[in-house]
């Protein structure tokens, strides 16, 4: 398809076309991810996942709903594509649901800048990882005061690591020091590998994504997130969290936090009130 730079602009609220180097990566990564929230409600709903270009274009971008990784990334491809960057996707293993060995359930951008590689990754709805250039050691620090470590792993390839508070994930990995998020290989990623990882995690009864719903965004010093009715926000010092028990607040909360408008048909489809 003939990608839509203008309307990808304007849904990440960027005035002009970023620059081809690190300040244009980090410009545009950080406000696809304030922009277009995280979310796998179409699993729940049994709508099915569909990553080709068009469909998550018309989804995340025309549709102003959100996704998953596999959604945030190929649109994110796409308009790194379109703005001049060479990029390609990697696949992840994600280390927060506290299995021995996750499946590659995740997938990310590789980039290249003037003889850099760099990973950039706008769909890790956990938490908010700013790019970085891929090399053992180095480090960033989030918007959320987060900071960001990859070193290289002898059985995984790549692990990215996070330190930080809590508050500003969606509630998984906690604890003190370095926590690990996910690793990575450098391989080469193929359509065929995306689907495979697509498909489990929209399908497969262990995949988290089958047994919660989910929503998250990033705030411009913090993170919001609603997994089932369990609603979680921290914007600089001031932190709220709750349960939601009533489907009219749930639909306002997820219009006025997430910016996605359900019908109450939708939410009595998520089958999170007895009563909706």
């Known amino acids: 398809m003939s990608f839509d730079a203008d309307a990808y602009l304007a849904r990440v609220r960027l005035p002009a076309r970023p620059t081809a180097d690190s ?8 406000a696809h991810r304030l922009a277009i929230p995280f979310e796998n409600l179409d699993v729940i709903l049994g709508r099915g996942i569909a990553i080709d270009s068009a469909a998550v274009f018309g989804k995340l971008v025309t549709a102003k709903r959100g996704g998953y990784c596999f959604e945030h990334n ?34 990310l951008s590789l980039v290249a800048l003037d003889g850099q590689e760099w990973i950039a990754d ?44 809590a508050e500003t994930t969606d509630g998984r990995g906690a604890g003190e020091g370095w926590r690990p998020q996910y690793s990575f290989t450098t391989g080469e990623v193929w359509d065929a ?4 990882g697509n498909w489990w995690s929209s399908t497969a009864p262990a ?12 705030l411009p010093r913090g ?54």
């Open 23 to 30: 300040y244009g990566l980090v410009a545009v990564q950080r």
């Open 74 to 107: 190929r649109l994110f491809l796409d308009a790194l594509e379109a703005f001049g960057f060479e990029a390609r996707p990697l696949l992840a293993r994600v280390w927060l649901n506290g299995e021995d060995t996750p499946p590659l359930t995740h997938t």
């Open 122 to 165: 706008p769909g890790f709805g956990g938490s908010y990882a700013p790019p970085m250039p891929l090399a053992d050691g180095a480090e960033a620090e989030a918007p959320d005061g987060a900071r960001f470590r990859l070193q290289r792993d002898e059985t995984h390839g790549w692990m990215l690591l996070r330190r930080g508070d």
């Open 193 to 196: 590998d995306l689907a495979m």
């Open 207 to 218: 995949s988290r994504f089958r047994q919660l719903v989910i929503a998250s965004i990033v």
């Open 223 to 276: 993170f919001a997130s609603l997994t089932d009715r369990r609603y979680r926000r921290r914007a600089g010092t001031e932190d709220a969290a709750g349960e939601i028990d009533d489907p009219r607040v749930y639909r306002m909360r997820m219009s006025l936090m997430f910016g996605i408008d359900l019908s109450k048909d939708e939410v009595a489809g998520l089958k999170l009130f007895a009563d909706a």
